[in-house]
């Protein structure tokens, strides 16, 4: 399990991950929105909540985890669950349906950091492309004269999401204190991906010997 703040670098570190290892990538996120395309049972209920404005309770999402994680590439490649379980309930529902991961991944990185990147954001609504006015500015002026910030990337908006964050995170880690890694994410990726990767290089090797 991987867990990170909006803007921690978390969906880079999936990427790294799952290119080197195989395992299968599993975001809450991602598996509501094809739940609601394929217009399964569960899609369907999620839907008519998401409709409301409402949030999609507990019991739906797990059980859309739940189904996923039980499908034979993850049960064969092993998984990775993507910012998700965000709440004590949803982790112990998890442990109940026996779903216990080898290592919680986390990471840190200094909210003045977290806020920067978010509020320096920009979408190029005509490629889709996000951009960074500091980090990854772009490449021309008449792309910078189109980008449009994503109303939520405002430094008040960004300090309530980190806030929600960390609590949610307070209490997922009470289930997962014993097997969590603490992972610095205020250093370049690479060197955000060398720590996750010596801890699951050791976690490959100890599997060998059992």
Not at 50 to 73: F, H
Not at 147 to 162: I, S
Not at 165 to 184: F, G, P, R, S
Not at 203 to 208: G, N
């Amino acid at each position: 399990m991987i867990s990170g703040a909006p803007a921690s670098g978390k969906g880079t570190q999936c990427e790294l991950i799952t290119k080197k290892y195989g395992l299968v990538h599993i975001a809450a996120g991602d598996l509501l929105r094809a739940e609601i395309a394929s217009g399964s049972e569960n899609g369907k209920r999620a839907k008519e909540y998401m409709e409301k404005g409402q949030l999609v309770p507990n019991e739906i999402v797990v059980m859309m985890v739940k189904e996923r994680l039980l499908l034979p590439d993850s049960q064969e490649n092993g998984w990775l669950l993507d910012g998700y379980p965000r709440s004590l309930v949803q982790a112990t529902a998890l442990k109940e349906f026996g779903f216990q991961p080898d290592l919680f991944i986390l990471l840190e990185v200094n909210e003045e950091i977290l806020v920067e990147r978010v509020v320096g954001r920009r979408l190029d609504p005509v490629t889709g492309k996000i951009y960074h006015l500091k980090y990854s500015p772009p490449e021309t002026e008449e792309i910078a004269a189109r980008l449009t910030q994503r109303f939520d990337d405002t430094e008040e908006k960004v300090k309530l999401r980190l806030q929600t964050h960390h609590q949610n995170v307070e209490a997922v880690l009470l289930m997962y204190e014993d097997i969590t890694l603490k992972v610095n994410g205020n250093v370049p990726k690479e060197d955000v991906f060398a720590q996750i990767d010596g801890a699951l290089t050791k976690l490959h090797e100890d599997r060998k010997l059992i």
